[in-house]
């Protein structure tokens, strides 16, 4: 990568080198491994002209995400943060037309349907496309470029809301994408955009959700640039807890946008103050990061010699980012849990750890359980709290490490 995909400068400075890992959702079955694994640099830079964050875009939406690991249902708070969504919209802009790109397997627009309202999703993955379409929702196998949404509106008609949830990182053409929703979405209508919010993942050494399908990291000021691309005006945004740290950006075309709340000028304000608009505000980044990596090697190392057991919990694809950088095999880590079936027997990508389904924990009675999908502390607290019954304690690797009685 020599030039930024969404300005075409060519300053791009690096914030941090993870060294090479492979796709971060591609989990290994049994028959393939020993067979040779295919790995990407990790390298995150930051344009020093309208300040994207980003990563080379070294590997194609298609090799991805046409067959998907990642099942947005088996997450209950975000079906229920996608819950609270669609009741707030609904009763907020009375939509009769919504369309969700990147829907997954239907977690936010069934509830849409729910409420009576005429849906679409648009999904590229056939595998989880289809979980949607056996719930009831109209779902069609597409990645979303201008021609994808114009046709789509040529079929369907505008809609009142598009909704773009975790989507807006894992595409590497930015302004494509983006003039795909400005063709969705009607010329009074509105675009909803959750991502991950740089500044966090910044600020709290959330290191790990870099990982090759998400192609760039957003400040507010950076996806304002972006949006505009397209024909779309940020109108609002909203602080979310989800993911670690992330934000909801409200945009409407650029005829029907009018000025932007107070909100917005209070976020690029806060990233202004992080030093995000200058090098310098990088500049510790990977020290911090290094250091996470030291201290979670540290414990396991130090478990593995007293003789104690420790077993993982979730194979998300940000704890694939954590164990790759780390170096962890199965003699510090001997094997993963995970709620998705479509997991289970296969291993983690570069770091082969097998993948179990979660009632092993309960067998074992490990006496560490390290939690990968930290994101969802609060949730995952709670599911395990059994693991108290033999004196187990839950061990969170970000932002520092954390063991929990």
């Given at each position: 990568?020599?030039r930024?995909?969404?300005?075409?400068?060519?300053?791009?400075?690096?914030v941090v080198?993870?060294?090479?890992t492979?796709?971060?959702?591609l989990f290994?079955?049994?028959?393939?491994?020993?067979?040779?694994?295919?790995?990407y640099?990790?390298?995150?830079r930051?344009?020093?002209?309208?300040?994207?964050a980003?990563l080379p875009?070294?590997i194609?939406?298609?090799?991805?995400?046409?067959?998907y690991?990642?099942?947005s249902?088996?997450?209950t708070?975000?079906?229920?943060?996608?819950?609270?969504f669609?009741e707030?919209?609904?009763?907020?802009?009375?939509p009769?037309f919504?369309v969700e790109?990147?829907?997954?397997?239907g977690?936010?627009?069934?509830?849409?349907?729910?409420?009576?309202?005429?849906c679409?999703?648009?999904?590229p993955s056939?595998?989880?496309g289809?979980a949607a379409r056996?719930k009831g929702i109209?779902?069609?196998t597409?990645?979303?470029?201008?021609?994808?949404?114009?046709a789509?509106?040529a079929?369907h008609g505008?809609?009142?809301?598009?909704?773009?949830n975790?989507v807006?990182a894992?595409?590497?053409d930015?302004?494509?994408f983006?003039?795909?929703?400005?063709a969705?979405?009607?010329?009074?209508g509105?675009?909803?955009?959750?991502?991950?919010h740089?500044l966090t993942?910044?600020?709290?050494?959330q290191?790990?959700?870099?990982?090759?399908?998400?192609?760039q990291?957003?400040?507010v000021?950076?996806?304002?640039r972006?949006l505009?691309?397209?024909g779309?005006?940020l109108?609002d945004?909203?602080l979310?807890?989800?993911?670690?740290?992330?934000?909801?950006?409200?945009?409407?075309?650029?005829e029907?946008g009018?000025?932007?709340?107070?909100r917005?000028?209070?976020?690029?304000?806060?990233?202004?103050?992080?030093?995000?608009d200058e090098?310098a505000g990088?500049?510790e980044?990977?020290?911090?990061?290094?250091k996470?990596r030291?201290?979670l090697l540290?414990?396991?190392?130090d478990?593995?010699?007293?003789?104690?057991?420790?077993?993982g919990?979730?194979?998300?694809?940000?704890?694939?980012t954590l164990?790759n950088?780390?170096g962890?095999?199965?003699?510090?880590?001997?094997y993963?849990?995970?709620?998705?079936p479509?997991?289970?027997?296969?291993?983690?990508?570069?770091?082969?750890?097998?993948?179990?389904?979660?009632?092993?924990l309960?067998?074992?009675r490990?006496?560490?359980v390290?939690v990968?999908p930290?994101?969802?502390?609060?949730?995952?607290?709670?599911?395990?709290?059994?693991?108290?019954?033999?004196?187990g304690?839950?061990?969170?690797?970000?932002p520092s490490?954390e063991?929990?009685?």
């Open positions: 990568m020599t930024c995909r969404l300005c075409g400068s060519a300053e791009l400075a690096s080198d993870l060294g090479a492979p796709p971060c959702e290994l079955t049994r028959e393939r491994l020993d067979e040779p694994e295919l790995t640099p990790l390298h995150l930051v344009c020093t002209s309208c300040w994207l980003q875009p070294l194609q939406p298609e090799e991805t995400f046409t067959e690991a990642y099942f249902s088996f997450s708070s975000w079906v229920e943060h996608a819950r609270e669609v707030a919209a609904v009763d907020r802009f009375a009769g919504v790109v990147a829907s997954n397997d977690y936010l627009l069934q509830h849409v349907a729910g409420r009576g309202v005429r679409l999703g648009i999904e056939a595998n989880v289809q056996d109209p779902t069609r597409a990645f979303l470029d201008p021609e994808t949404g114009a789509v509106r079929e505008p809609a009142d809301l598009v909704v773009a975790n807006y894992h595409i590497p930015v302004v494509g983006t003039q795909g929703l400005r969705l979405v009607a010329d009074d509105w675009v909803s955009i959750e991502v991950q740089l993942l910044v600020e709290l050494n290191y790990d959700t870099i990982y090759h399908e998400h192609f990291y957003y400040t000021a950076a996806a304002r972006a505009a691309t397209g779309l005006a109108v945004v909203e979310l807890p989800t993911h670690g740290g992330s934000i909801r950006l409200w945009a409407r075309p650029e029907a009018g000025e932007p709340t107070e917005v000028a209070d976020v690029l304000a806060r990233e202004k103050g992080a030093g995000l090098l990088y500049a980044f990977a020290a911090r990061v290094a996470v030291r201290d540290r414990f396991l190392i478990a593995a010699e007293a003789g104690k057991t420790v077993a919990y979730g194979a998300p694809g940000k704890g694939n164990l950088h780390c962890i095999r199965e003699d510090l880590l001997a993963t849990v995970d709620r998705n479509y997991k289970h027997g296969r291993f983690t990508p570069g770091t082969r750890i097998p993948i179990l389904p979660p009632e092993r309960a067998e074992d490990p006496d560490y390290l990968l930290w994101n969802l502390r609060e949730e995952l607290t709670e599911q395990l709290s059994y693991v108290r019954e033999w004196g304690q839950l061990v969170f690797p970000i490490l063991i929990v009685p």
